[in-house]
């Protein structure tokens, strides 16, 4: 055809590029997705005003880009032969697509997501679609394939159990004969957060304590409390029915076996066990605190050792060890005075500034009572003594700890209310006590922004060629900046497993920065595990102590729209060529029918025009000036012979 036609190339994607004849073997796949019908418009734009006869299309027919609307073309003004690249009937793939994720969900509630199965050629087939949750199943569904060319609705509802970004697949294993393998997995990344704080108090009796605590609580609305409160023992006499003695029972069995993993905090205010539910109940507060809850007890007559609670499940958690008899509780005046770990870390942390912090709890009221314990355990934090009035002793008030992936916190008064009353006695206001109150549940229920580990990346998702920059920031227990933390810095993905970074420090104390660029698209896990670096000659208790991990997740993409759907597109192909006067061919059509056939219609409609003008120098163009030259001698000669000269 080129004898015929003066032939021009183009390689189509999103763009339309100019090609050489010579590079058309070498022709590779680029581009975000394939715009045909973008494709030509640009050409008859690009042409306008010249002869242009027509236009050829090989193609599998994906016009997955762009303008996507083929009645357009009926204003087309040049012909459109189209060759299809591969046969339908023959075409083999499932496909997982997406239809509706949600990027966010709360905890403990359900949450649904939809996608869709997509197959060509298994009809006859059952196929599992399983649902994972990094490498753990977390639901299966089969779905029937009834038909050669099928679309199946697919949905998943399950419940999330911890807060944090974790990583999802939908995937169905690969079948045989397949054409396309990439398209058989869907991942996506789910951000699990809280859509309240929810919390369970348990009283011993009616104080001014549990009323301005309970009042604190209810004041916040993102806590969910509820709060039982003990108006008498089973010892008590009483002289009227029982139906008149309780506005509800206290329903032990179903808080401390099947509803306790529904809370996020458990608080008993001078409560004593004893009388209401067995041993074996403390084994599942233990439990619950192991899996990642959180338990507080605060102090009174009926806490802590004169509770019942030395040598009990609750000891092994809570940061004290207490005295294995009762008569602990002393009715003595003192303040809280802050430690060194107390005045930076955020239970305690009820203004920003350090010394204006220091300097209001130094103003807080007199308390006039306290719990003795034993000791404080090796790995607790406290964040402040009570000091006796008048005199140089100091025993332990305010004590948190960790324990497995729970934290707990002993708050050895009953007297903090007056932080509150007093204060407001005072004209000074309650706010202090209100965020004390508020960081201290927080701390408790690892509320994100009181992780000792954070680890951030620059943005969610990037670009296959981008470097990924990940920020971790360290805090020691008592949330100072951790500048000497040993720090074990991984990503994990499915294709090339576990890789170690070395972060290097960032200019802020306490933040290591690391860089990460991935070769393949993919979900990335980000995992962080600081350990505290403890001076020779320090407690061993401390010694490698962890302080924390975090994990994040980024996405890396490179659009291939191409391999989403890559079933042979015949359909718009054939609609292409019959709405521009054109023809459809198929793929076994042999090229002389093709080639005839684009002759017999394009005959009579060639056009000849100036399509171009170029200025020559005869001085500069030697060839011609001799032919030129040649000419007028020629003239010459035979005039001269003809007696004209």
Do not use: C
């Amino acid at each position: 055809m080129s004898a015929e036609y003066d032939l021009r190339l183009y390689a189509v994607n999103d763009i339309v590029t100019p090609l050489a004849f010579d590079t058309l073997q070498d022709l590779g796949v680029s581009g975000r997705g394939s715009a045909l019908l973008d494709a030509l418009f640009t050409l008859q734009n690009e042409y306008q005003g010249l002869p242009l006869a027509g236009v050829l299309f090989l193609t599998d027919g994906a016009n997955n880009t762009g303008t996507t609307e083929s009645a357009l073309l009926e204003d087309f003004a040049l012909p459109v032969f189209t060759v299809g690249a591969g046969e339908r009937s023959r075409y083999r793939d499932i496909q997982i697509a997406e239809k509706r994720v949600v990027n966010f969900a709360f905890l403990r509630s359900p949450v649904t997501v939809d996608f869709t199965l997509k197959s060509w050629g298994y009809q006859g087939t059952t196929v599992p679609v399983i649902l994972k949750q990094g490498n753990q199943v977390v639901a299966t569904t089969m779905v029937p394939i009834a038909q050669p060319e099928f679309t199946a609705p697919i949905s998943f509802t399950f419940t999330p159990r911890e807060i944090g970004t974790f990583s999802y697949a939908v995937e169905t294993p690969l079948q045989v004969g397949e054409m396309i393998e990439s398209n058989n997995r869907k991942e996506f990344s789910l951000h699990v957060i809280r859509d309240k704080i929810r919390i369970l108090i348990v009283s011993g009796r009616p104080s001014w304590s549990y009323r301005f605590l309970r009042r604190a609580l209810k004041s916040d609305p993102t806590i969910d409390l509820i709060s039982f409160i003990i108006l008498r023992t089973p010892s008590d006499v009483v002289n009227v029915p029982e139906r008149q003695l309780s506005l509800i029972p206290f329903p032990t069995n179903r808080l401390f076996t099947r509803e306790l993993g529904n809370f996020d905090l458990l608080i008993f205010d001078n409560f004593s066990y004893t009388f209401y539910f067995p041993l074996p109940y403390l084994e599942h507060i233990k439990r619950f605190v192991a899996e990642g809850g959180a338990f507080a007890m605060f102090g009174g007559d009926q806490s802590f050792g004169d509770g019942g609670y030395a040598q009990t499940p609750l000891e092994e958690i809570l940061p004290v060890e207490m005295l294995p008899k009762p008569g602990g509780y002393a009715f003595l005046p003192g303040k809280m005075e802050l430690t060194r770990e107390g005045e930076t870390h955020p239970i305690t942390q009820i203004t920003v500034d350090g010394e204006e912090n220091r300097l209001l709890w130094e103003e807080m009221p007199v308390l006039k009572g306290f719990n003795r314990v034993l000791r404080v355990k090796p790995g607790a934090i406290v964040l402040g003594n009570y000091a006796l009035a008048g005199k140089d002793q100091r025993f332990p008030l305010l004590v948190a700890m960790k324990y497995k992936k729970g934290r707990t916190l002993a708050l050895l008064t009953d007297q903090t209310w007056r932080w509150n009353f007093e204060m407001v006695g005072k004209k000074k206001g309650n706010r202090h006590y209100l965020r004390f109150v508020r960081q201290m549940i927080r701390w408790l229920v690892k509320d994100p922004t009181f992780k000792q580990v954070q680890v951030l990346t620059s943005k969610e998702t990037y670009q296959i060629g981008e470097e990924a920059e990940i920020r971790v920031r360290v805090f020691n227990n008592d949330f100072s900046p951790a500048t000497d933390a040993v720090l074990t810095l991984t990503v994990k993905d499915t294709q090339a497993g576990v890789r170690e970074l070395s972060p290097a420090p960032a200019a802020q104390p306490g933040e290591y920065v690391a860089t990460y660029q991935p070769d393949h698209p993919g979900i990335f896990t980000v995992r962080a595990v600081a350990r505290s670096r403890q001076a020779r000659g320090s407690s061993p208790s401390f010694s490698d102590q962890i302080l924390g991990s975090d994990e994040t997740l980024f996405r890396m993409v490179q659009p291939q729209i191409e391999f989403e759907n890559a079933a042979p597109g015949e359909a718009l192909l054939r609609k292409m060529a019959d709405l521009t006067g054109g023809r459809y061919f198929s793929a076994t059509t042999p090229w002389q029918e093709i080639r005839e056939e684009i002759r017999k219609r394009l005959a009579g409609k060639a056009e000849y025009r100036i399509v171009e003008e170029r200025p020559l120098e005869l001085r500069n163009t030697l060839w011609a000036f001799l032919a030129l030259l040649s000419l007028f001698s020629l003239e010459w000669i035979i005039r001269r012979r003809g007696g004209l000269a």
